[in-house]
């Protein structure tokens, strides 16, 4: 377990408890019958309310993930929907799982460089850097770039999730994304905090995301460290 943290635009705290014990569970950190701790006991770890607990086993058991044993405990269940605000998030601490968390750097909108893969229908983008975390280990840095034509991204309203900030303010979902997994530099603008100097080759990540559109509206460039996280898709 880790601690939950809560910002001004961060997720809900019980959604980040779910989203954490959603990808524990899909990590194989929880299996099929285990009983959770007593409910204080979990709240006290997450440093959370037990009314704010409850809020996120709820959340589990409504999607077939938990079931709650009146005088007996709360079990988990194998087999439920286990769709997540992360879904698509695929890097995971070496030991599995990982609440994801993300502090920006800087979001500029400029013209698309040459450098990058054409995508979209505009030659302007919206440039996201972040610093990516899974619980508190810092674990990647990524450059995202949002196409133009889908919308402005404002920095002050941007939350732990990209995803879910284009949904509720540009009005679409990501639906489907390409990975390319390979290796490359971290890049010259690497804060001093990232485990990784600049110039190091360590594991990077390319993806083309698409929303109700035939081109991807969405290009993106995470660096990962490979002796804190990897690259973690299930197959079903």
């Known amino acids: 377990m880790t601690s939950a943290s809560q910002t001004s635009n961060a997720l809900p705290l019980y959604v980040q408890i779910s989203e954490l014990l959603i990808r ?3 990590a194989g950190r929880l ?3 285990e009983r959770l701790p007593p409910e204080r006991d979990m709240a006290e770890e997450l440093g959370i309310s037990i009314g704010t607990l409850r809020k996120a086993l709820a959340d589990l058991t409504k999607k077939g993930l938990l079931e709650r044993i009146q005088g007996s405990g709360n079990y988990i269940r194998q087999g439920g929907t286990q769709e997540s605000v992360y879904a698509m998030f695929r890097l995971e601490l070496l030991s599995g ?3 994801p968390r993300a502090d920006v750097l800087d979001v500029e909108r400029v013209r698309k460089p040459e450098v ?8 302007q983008g919206t440039r996201i850097r972040r610093l990516r975390y ?3 280990i810092i674990i990647a840095v990524e450059e995202i770039w949002l196409d133009g034509d889908s919308g402005t991204v404002k920095k002050e309203m941007l939350s732990e999730s990209l995803y879910r900030y284009y949904q509720k303010n540009l009005g679409f ?3 489907r994304a390409e990975d390319r997994v390979t290796i490359d530099e971290v ?3 690497a804060p001093d905090v990232f485990s990784k100097q ?4 360590t594991g990077y990540i390319e993806r083309f995301s698409w929303a109700d559109r035939p081109k991807p509206v969405e290009f993106s460039r995470t660096w990962f460290d490979t002796d804190r996280a990897h690259y973690v898709q299930r197959l079903k």
């Open 116 to 123: 990058l893969p054409a995508f979209g229908t505009s030659d």
């Open 173 to 175: 979902w990501i639906v």
């Open 24 to 26: 524990d569970i899909a």
């Open 134 to 136: 899974l619980n508190d």
């Open 97 to 99: 799982g990982g609440l």
């Open 31 to 33: 299996i099929d019958g």
């Open 187 to 189: 890049p010259s603008w």
């Open 198 to 201: 600049p110039g190091t080759v």
